[in-house]
């Protein structure tokens, strides 16, 4: 067995000091991650079942089992380089769908099922998705949306569904249940030739201004995880048990906790959960003895309201890692007395370059409010944005990590060279390329990263990340509405909720109706998540001179 990462230095400097990627020339991504392990009987995955009780995994079942996806792909025409859309939430045939598209040299793109109808519709076409595997509650989104996709012909159903299933289900596309597909062809395959920079899978992230990006990373992006995981779980990951409740359609999920994890060969506990129940939380965690967990600042607060977790609950957890806003010195006190010392680690990434700065206790201390210090194996530094250079200590600056042969960072925004050039730095520090992450935050003394601000106003809720615009345009479609503005406010629980003022068209009075009205469309079109919790109607937004709605005022 081959683990190629590894952090085992004992103190931080020695391992910022002898890090180096040692990758071999022919990597594939899903044959390190299921293939390589020498007891394939290890249990690689406990998935929960909705009725009670649960099924296990091995590594070898995973990886026979994708082997079996790939032939099912490769008989509906999917080839080298081809999109596969993979809509699922935590099932066994979410997992399966990625590593048998690796197997295939093709390329994953993992969608939430929260999705409505315009951001589905925008990801299949702007991708080329030639295949779909979705789940059934997806079914009549796809079956709606379908024919706006050109290139897409195949859709596998995980699940029973009650809409037709059937070459006709669809005009033109192909619909078969996943099962019945899959259990129809073999579990021999021969990987594609591959290396660490053969693309593997896109992720979409919104911004602030035009349409979501789709992020294009490399076979080798779940290895440039590694470092940071065995930093942000204490540097001990063998004989442990992995569970986050995020969904595996984000790389928070899947890069932070799933595939890190199958890498050195540990298993993960999965469940659908959709709406997080701190109760169901704890109770999973003690029936698999989870020792490491993923869990959003959002699902953290939640389990902070939950009297004597560890009086009731005979929890084996040993460490938690979070991100996506700074993390409190009351969540890190909570943790260590209500939960029996368990370590709470800060992380700090992004779609296009994930786990770049995170805490380690055994390295150092942890200072509440900062990310902590950058990881081994990542370049990170705090430069201006202007010229390039390193800031002084204290002062802030944008975010940047070197290229080189970081294998965690992105290769290029799909079909947009010039958002990828956008963000790369040609002539950065030392003189080498550097990725810029928009993001801002001040060096101190010791080293450790201290988040500003975003230089663009995305909102992040409940450990999503979303996009003012794509909420914007989607309230706008109604036909009573005449401007709107969306911002994010303070929430205790959530970090942010989205706030939506709205200006109603001449002769229309904001009501109830008209609120509920403009919640079920962003519902409906965008996510279930990017709905306005707060809604207030005004007679007038509030504009800068060239027209464009102030959403400090708002």
């Given amino acids: 067995m081959a683990y190629y990462v590894t952090v085992d230095s004992e103190t931080y400097a020695e391992a ?3 890090f180096s990627w040692d990758v071999p020339p022919d990597f594939n991504a899903a044959a390190d991650l299921v293939g390589k392990h020498d007891d394939g009987e290890q249990v690689a995955l406990y998935q929960l ?25 490769e008989s509906r025409g999917v080839e080298y380089g081809d999109r596969v859309a993979v809509v699922v939430p935590q099932k066994p045939s979410n997992v399966l769908t990625h590593l048998a598209c690796w197997k295939l040299g093709a390329i994953s793109l993992p969608l939430s099922v929260l999705f409505g109808d315009d951001a589905l519709r925008y990801r299949l076409t702007d991708s080329d998705a030639r295949v779909a595997v979705v789940d059934a509650s997806q079914l009549e989104t796809v079956q709606e949306i379908a024919p706006d996709c050109p290139r897409l012909e195949s859709v596998f159903v995980v699940g029973n569904s009650g809409s037709a299933i059937g070459a006709n289900a669809i005009d033109g596309v192909t619909v078969e249940r996943f099962a019945d597909a ?16 053969t693309p593997a899978i896109i992720m979409y992230t919104s911004g602030s201004t035009g349409e979501p990006k789709g992020v294009l990373h490399t076979h080798g992006v779940w290895l440039g995880h590694c470092p940071a995981f065995r930093m942000y779980f204490e540097r001990d990951v063998r004989d442990g048990v992995y569970w986050t409740p995020a969904d595996w359609a984000w790389i928070g999920a899947l ?9 050195y060969g540990q298993p993960v506990v999965g469940y659908p959960m959709g709406s997080f129940d701190p109760e169901r939380a704890y109770e999973i965690m003690a029936a698999f003895d989870v020792t490491d967990a993923f869990l959003p600042p959002t699902a953290i607060r939640m389990l902070m309201g939950v009297d004597d977790p560890d009086g009731r609950y005979d929890l084996s957890l040993e460490a938690i890692c979070s991100g996506g806003e700074p993390l409190t010195g009351e969540i890190l006190e909570w943790a260590d007395e209500a939960l029996a010392g368990v370590v709470v680690n800060e992380l700090y990434g992004q779609t296009e370059a994930n786990l770049l700065v995170t805490n380690c206790r055994e390295w150092f201390p942890a200072k509440p409010g900062s990310m902590g210090k950058p990881v081994p194996g990542h370049d990170v ?6 010229t390039g250079e390193r800031v002084e200590t204290g002062e802030s600056g944008e975010i940047a990590v070197r290229r080189g042969d970081d294998p965690v960072l992105f290769e290029a925004y799909w079909n947009a060279p010039e958002k ?12 080498d390329t550097w990725h810029l992450t928009g993001d801002l935050a001040e060096r101190d003394e010791d080293g450790y990263l201290w988040f500003t601000s975003r230089d663009d106003d995305l909102i992040i809720t409940s450990g999503y990340r979303v996009a003012p615009r794509e909420v914007e345009e989607t309230i706008l479609e109604h036909e009573a509405v005449a401007q709107v503005g969306v911002v994010g406010v303070p929430d205790e629980t959530r970090g942010e909720i989205i706030r939506a003022v709205v200006q109603p068209v001449d002769g229309v009075t904001g009501s109830d109706e008209l609120r509920s009205e403009i919640r079920d469309l962003v519902r409906e079109k965008v996510a279930a998540y990017e709905y306005p ?22």
């Fill in 420 to 431: 990828t050039a956008a963000v790369t730095l040609e002539d950065g520090p030392d003189g």
């Fill in 255 to 263: 890069g932070d906790l799933v595939f890190p994890a199958w890498h």
């Fill in 182 to 197: 899959v259990d129809r062809e073999g579990t021999a395959f021969e990987l594609a030739e591959t290396d660490v920079e």
């Fill in 49 to 73: 079942l909705p009725g009670g009780g649960h099924e296990e995994y091995t590594f070898a079942d995973l990886d026979a089992q994708s082997n079996a996806v790939a032939n099912a792909l």
């Fill in 381 to 386: 530094a705090v430069v201006d944005s202007d």
């Fill in 533 to 554: 919790r707060e809604l207030e109607f005004r007679d007038e937004l509030p504009t800068t001179t060239t027209g464009k709605i102030r959403r400090t005022e708002l």
């Fill in 16 to 18: 910022r000091d002898s």
